[in-house]
């Protein structure tokens, strides 16, 4: 997938001086009323001219009629106004409905009703919630996130939030009034971490749990009789470079500290290393993902960080598959794109299956490779972790939606999702292609 190209378009429109055309005819003629009565001459027989051209001349011989200046209202009457939208105090939210499009409804600005409700543009909002639409922003409350334990906390203690579905760290943290980076930061987090419902996150400073105020050096790992070691997490390490550092699979790491992909590590934390008798040869492990795919062979660094992926998926709590269906159905209606064709995708591309990976790194249930994502970010106006089902569903149907923006039909953008729209232009549909295209409108019809 490539980003899409910019269609610059001009119009070239006569440019038509007037002066009084702006205004009704209705208020032409009752400013007429208001000057004074005069004896209207008989009016005279008039001749139509034979040419336009005639026609022309004969216009441009006719005195103007010229309405005073200080006749003219400065402004319309109030009964010749279209009527304003009633903008009522609250407004409870429906399927599909996005902050940006019930401001346009009751001609508010985005920003104001954003401010008003303590809201951001990367906020989630839901069916059933009340904003408001009327007030000031400092009198404003704002509207509870559905089912969402309140953040608890003991004297000196941080505040705590449980995480619930449909939750990123980005909502959280602009719920709670703190900057994404301290929620990093007080738990041990970053951009690419996942957090899943039932976890506790920090939504405050102090401190929750014992963490060690000064982390103790990483230790060489020890090789005890029983064949495996130890290693002290350091600020920064993460499970997977972990693993690669002390030369043992990522899953074998889970497994020996009974961890998952999920689990929040902090530096002086120990982890067990499993011994090398633990681990088959190099030679026989079979990987996750194979480096081949419909004739097409992968480069090693792509097909081991596609191995990566599968392996924390693998360890990871995802939903079903019945459960990811409803997730693209109500990521595409939030984000305003057909649901039929959302879904149709996220059939073809992995059978709604968030653990898929493809050996070219494509991740999840809309199967976005990396550099993707990050062209998906960007259209969201916010950092996507592929790895998460809810932000993996927003990034494949923001790609659905510029592509079908910015492409001549609707065959083009199906095709640009599967050969890439840069290639599509170019290039043509591939017959492979053109097969792709077909199924998906298949599979739409049977969503529809």
Do not use: C
């Amino acid at each position: 997938m490539t980003t899409p190209r910019s269609t610059k378009r001009t119009m070239s429109m006569p440019v038509i001086a007037a002066t009084t055309a702006a205004l009704p005819a209705v208020v032409l003629s009752s400013l007429a009323v208001a000057q004074p009565a005069t004896a209207a001459p008989a009016p005279q027989p008039r001749k139509i001219p034979a040419t336009l051209a005639a026609a022309i001349q004969a216009q441009a011989a006719q005195p103007a009629h010229v309405i005073p200046a200080q006749a003219v209202a400065s402004a319309l009457p109030a009964a010749l106004r279209p009527m304003a939208p009633s903008v009522p105090d609250t407004y409870k939210i429906v399927r599909g409905d996005t902050i940006s499009a019930i401001a346009h409804r009751f001609s508010l600005d985005t920003n104001e009703v954003l401010k008003l409700n303590k809201l951001t543009a990367t906020t989630l909002i839901y069916p059933g919630q009340t904003i408001q639409l009327k007030g000031t922003a400092s009198a404003a409350t704002p509207a509870p996130a559905p089912a969402a334990p309140a953040p608890t906390a003991s004297s000196g203690a941080a505040a705590t939030y449980t995480v619930v579905s449909g939750d990123t760290l980005g909502a959280i943290a602009a719920r709670h009034g703190v900057p994404l980076s301290s929620i990093f930061s007080w738990n041990n987090l970053n951009g690419s971490s996942i957090i899943y419902p039932g976890q506790k996150i920090k939504v405050s400073g102090g401190s929750s749990a014992p963490t060690p105020s000064t982390p103790a050096p990483a230790p060489a790992p020890s090789a005890p009789a029983s064949g495996s070691g130890t290693y002290t997490i350091k600020a920064g390490d993460t499970l997977s470079s972990i693993a690669s550092r002390q030369g043992v699979s990522l899953s074998a790491l889970m497994s020996a500290n009974n961890v998952t992909a999920t689990t929040v590590i902090y530096p002086g934390q120990k982890l067990t290393i499993p011994g090398s008798s633990s681990l088959a040869p190099a030679s026989s492990t079979t990987p996750l993902v194979p480096s081949s795919f419909l004739g097409f062979t992968y480069p090693p660094a792509v097909v081991s960080s596609a191995n990566e992926n599968k392996a924390l998926l693998n360890a990871s709590p995802v939903p079903s598959r019945a459960e990811m269906k409803t997730i693209v159905a109500d990521t595409a209606r939030r984000m305003g794109v057909s649901p039929s064709l959302a879904l149709a995708f996220a059939e073809q591309e992995s059978g709604f299956d968030q653990r898929a990976v493809s050996p070219a790194n494509a991740i999840g249930t809309m199967q976005v490779i990396p550099s993707s994502g990050e062209w998906a970010s960007d259209l969201v106006g916010r950092k996507l972790n592929l790895l998460d089902p809810y932000d993996n569903a927003t990034a494949g149907v923001a790609i659905i939606r510029a592509l079908v923006a910015t492409s001549k039909d609707l065959d083009t953008a199906i095709a640009g999702y599967y050969q890439g729209q840069y290639s599509v232009s170019k290039y043509g549909m591939y017959d492979d292609t053109k097969r792709y295209v077909e199924s998906i409108k298949a599979r739409q019809r049977t969503f529809a």
